[in-house]
């Protein structure tokens, strides 16, 4: 690029800058109340564990024509809930029946989910989640849909069924809120949850806790040179602050994605997606130490200063990202499909193929022994 073009570049940015800063300081005016706000963290020695489902980005599998999908659920102590298979072609309606017995009894956690709910179907729980009998082809995003639905039923199963040893915090992969279900049907869910966790207390006098835990927010990123300006979460000690509903609102394109259950709601509104309530968390004693959003589901939200104390204490040593909960590495690593169990899978799935194809199966022999990525060699080096 040449000089002109880089200078007049350089002047049409600094140009629409000046225009926007008005917004700047709206940011700034917005997060300035918070820096009174912040409270320091202290540690709290609770037992922490983490649910993971298996993700496109945890599946490295290199030749999967049929889109295979994985739906494997394990914590962070390596205990695996749920091993299925799907792919975008699969029957929403057997797939759905495959969740309860013949006598209609629950089968999965998912069923015994669907069962309280009172739902029979999958587009019944999911409007994400369509019927497929017409032979048309389908879209595979109601795959991770269903991934979702999963994932959220065995954390209901754990809450309500679980034999917790001792006081338990369990670690979400994500803000606790989802898109998923139909309706009013996740504040059911978040509602079943809690019921299980009181039911944990009163039975076996075990405190079971529940945060969510994102790697990225819209409202965080919205609000991350502002807070830095004014020295919000600035400290020099481990720290966090409760993020108001209002600024949540300001960073959402639909904000019924920021309306919690611990405010009023306008006639005619539902809380539909949203089970806790965020906060902003500094697990690391530098001022410049990552801050993540975190959600603490509504209904414990007294007790969100042992909450996040007991996700401090299993953050602090966070290997190999650094004041980051180590129950989620641990059950990320566990979820992974890579190296030996990807290429186990890769094996299962060339078996299926070459069962399908029978007299024509050399062909796919002959097609294992090609390359799957000519165009990597342009990285070589001469």
Not at 74 to 81: G, H, I, R
Not at 87 to 115: C, E, K, Y
Not at 171 to 187: E, H, K, P, T
Request: proline share 5%; charged share 25%.
């Amino acid at each position: 690029m040449d000089i002109l073009p880089q200078r007049s570049l350089r002047e049409a940015i600094a140009a629409s800058l000046r225009e926007d800063r008005q917004l700047l300081d709206t940011l700034r005016a917005e997060i300035r109340p918070l820096r009174d706000q912040v409270r320091r963290l202290n540690p709290r020695m609770t037992t922490s564990i983490s649910l993971i489902g298996t993700d496109g980005g945890n599946n490295q599998v290199r030749f999967d024509p049929f889109l295979v999908h994985i739906i494997r659920v394990v914590d962070s102590s390596a205990n695996e809930y749920c091993l299925d298979v799907v792919t975008p072609s699969t029957s929403v309606a057997a797939l759905g029946a495959r969740q309860f017995n013949a006598d209609g009894s629950p089968r999965t956690a998912l069923g015994r989910l669907m069962a309280y709910l009172g739902v029979r179907t999958l587009p019944q729980l999911s409007q994400m989640i369509r019927e497929n009998e017409d032979g048309q082809p389908v879209s595979p995003g109601w795959v991770q849909s269903y991934r979702e639905l999963v994932e959220w039923a065995i954390l209901f199963s754990v809450a309500r069924e679980k034999d917790f040893g001792t006081d338990t915090l369990i670690v979400y992969d994500g803000l606790l809120r989802a898109r998923a279900f139909a309706g009013n049907l996740f504040q059911r869910t978040m509602q079943g949850i809690a019921e299980g966790i009181r039911l944990q207390q009163q039975r076996y006098h075990r405190r079971i806790y529940l945060a969510g835990v994102a790697k990225h927010s819209k409202a965080l990123d919205r609000y991350r040179l502002a807070m830095a300006l004014e020295g919000v979460l600035a400290t020099s000690y481990p720290a966090f602050v409760e993020i108001p509903r209002e600024i949540e609102e300001k960073a959402y394109l639909h904000e019924e994605y920021a309306r919690g259950d611990d405010r009023e709601l306008a006639p005619g509104q539902i809380n539909r997606y949203v089970g806790g309530k965020m906060f902003f968390v500094k697990f690391g004693s530098g001022p410049r130490d990552p801050i993540w959003p975190v959600d603490i589901a509504v209904s414990q939200l007294a007790e969100a200063p042992a909450i996040l104390g007991a996700m401090y204490a299993d953050a602090v040593n966070g290997f190999p990202v650094p004041f980051y909960p180590r129950c989620l590495q641990r059950a990320h690593e566990h979820a992974a499909l890579a190296g030996f169990d990807a290429g186990v899978i890769q094996d299962y799935i060339f078996d299926g193929i070459r069962a399908l194809l029978a007299d024509e199966s050399p062909a796919l022999d002959a097609f294992r022994l090609q390359e799957y990525d000519p165009a990597r060699h342009r990285y070589d080096q001469e």
